[in-house]
């Protein structure tokens, strides 16, 4: 048996902004195009114009505790914040067009889906020197996708030929990975996939230096990538991780201040009190009863931002009472998500009846007919599928979600005769252990980035059978075979086929699609030109120092 810290066998010796939204009404008029024309997201502030800016400096933003700080071992935003900060993958995101950008590789091509050579650059090193190239690569997919190493995002891989074998033991090498030479990798898949390019800019993919494998769990404390960034020292958990710009980074757009230092907070609530006290810079997430104080709270600093990022409740189908998609549909069509969105969002979130985000090119906005609130029709479906009359509900701590899932429930009991429903709410960390070891008992909040800011992405990795993030433990045959078609067709092509695939989750409805969040950002004088990108993170490498 291999250990967590298995060294792979084959290392080598080598020496655009989208419109800002008016924060009181929420209100955009950006609708199915969603951000296909302007994809990142616009500053708070006048973005642009000459002002009086420091040489870098430095600033201090918000996040919490995060699961890991290993990229291939990363499923949340905690941790993301940071790496995708400090490690840059073989191909970046253009939030202008949605298309792959060049990070690590300047060119790919395949001619068949199936078979694809990426041609790397030659001057970029790992922040302690060491040289990256093709052989990097291939040591690094094999290591993150043997699942001896248990690496949450092993499963991203499993579309490269040889996966199988490698988890089966019957080789130490990841077969469809190539280095052809120093600067060129062939990436050999198992099935036709038009989406790599944009799939292989996930964080899962970054590359990872010799010394990772010494010892991951002393590495993840004080990681050493390749991007803009790279540690100041340790994580210092539940207090703080500080991060230096790289200044040999050989990309396009260097990181504009020196030095940030992500504060680890376990309530947004405090972070919000401590940018209007100035002990804090940025908070990208103000609390939802927050969001109407924003602009008398912060003026000009303050604003709202649209992203793909997706909130829904999930059903433990583990669990008998939650099998009946009607019980399902029926506890969906109860939830009067404007009203919801109105009252606790004050307008600052869009009502999702889809479940592919509007911001995507082929996102619609009106394919969930369970989705519109009918509550005379819930309750006739749920007493005939005959619902539980006691639930309870999880959701994680310290984020803002107490008041939304207070009204949810209140609805329900109002609309569907539930007599009792207790609340369980857990750190974030915790919470998702517990979702992965099937420990609800009922219906649980969670939210979905587009890291890949593609429909695959919007669907695959939390519905397809077996999914590690599949928290539901929905398996449809329908869906698997579909999102299979569609993603062995070209990007030009495939958007029909995910609406194919989008209208069996929304048949099946093994989560109720809530909103499309928006991000209600709040930052300090100190800083300027703060963007969102559609994953619902800053693009902290843009923002500048004022003072």
Known sequence: MKSTSHRPSSLHARGTPTRLTDSRSGRSALAGAG?????????????????????????????????????????EVCGARVLEQLFTGLTEIDYDTFEAAPGVATEWGSEDNVTWTFQLRDD??????????????????????????????????????????????ETEELAGVRALDDHTLEIELSEPFGQLPVHVGLLGFSPLPDVAYEDMDAFEQAPIGNGRYQM??????????????????????????????????????????????GELDLLEQAPPE???????????????????????????????????????????????????????????????????????????????????????????????????????????S???????????????????GIE?????????????????????????RLGWTLSSPSAQYAMEPIYSTGASRNFAGYSSEDFDALIAEANAADVEEAGPLYHEVEDVLLEDLPVIPLWFNQQHVVHTERISDVEVSPR???????ITVTE
């Open 290 to 396: 927050q969001i109407p104080n924003m602009e008398a709270d912060f003026g000009e600093n303050q604003g709202a931002f649209e992203t793909g990022t997706f909130t829904y409740l999930g059903f433990p189908l583990y669990q008998e009472e939650f099998q009946d998609p009607d019980v399902r549909r029926a506890l969906s069509m109860a939830i009067d998500r404007d009203s919801i969105v109105e009252t606790i969002f004050d307008g600052g979130m869009q009502p999702a009846r889809s479940i592919i985000p509007p911001v995507l090119p082929e996102g619609r906005e009106d394919a969930c007919e369970a989705c519109d609130h009918d509550p005379e029709a819930a309750a006739d479906l749920y007493e005939s599928a005959g619902g539980p009359t006691e639930l309870e509900i999880y959701f994680n």
């Open 420 to 444: 009792d429903i207790t609340f369980r709410s857990l750190d974030f960390a915790q919470y998702l252990d517990d979702l992965t070891e099937e420990n609800a008992a009922g219906p649980f």
């Open 35 to 75: 951000l296909s024309t302007a994809l990142v997201l616009s500053a708070c502030g006048e973005g642009g114009e000459e002002s009086d800016v420091s040489d870098g400096g430095e600033f201090s933003a918000y996040t919490c505790e995060p699961q890991s700080l290993t990229p291939g071992d990363t499923s």
């Open 124 to 169: 970029y090193t790992f922040h302690n020197g060491d040289p990256i190239d093709a052989h990097t690569f291939v040591d690094t997919f094999t290591w993150t996708a043997d699942t001896e190493n248990a690496q949450v995002n092993s499963e991203f891989y499993e579309i490269i030929a040889g996966y199988e074998e490698l988890q089966e033991g």
């Open 232 to 277: 100041d020292g340790e994580w210092v958990h539940d207090t703080e991780i500080a991060v230096t710009r790289h200044e040999d980074w050989p990309g396009e757009v260097p990181g504009q201040a020196e030095r940030i230092q992500w504060m680890i907070y376990s309530d947004v609530g405090t972070a919000y009190m401590d940018v209007q006290a």
């Open 536 to 542: 619902g993170l800053p693009r902290v490498e843009s």
């Open 398 to 416: 310290g984020a803002g979600h107490d008041d939304w899932v207070e009204a949810v429930t209140h609805q329900w009991q109002q609309h569907l």
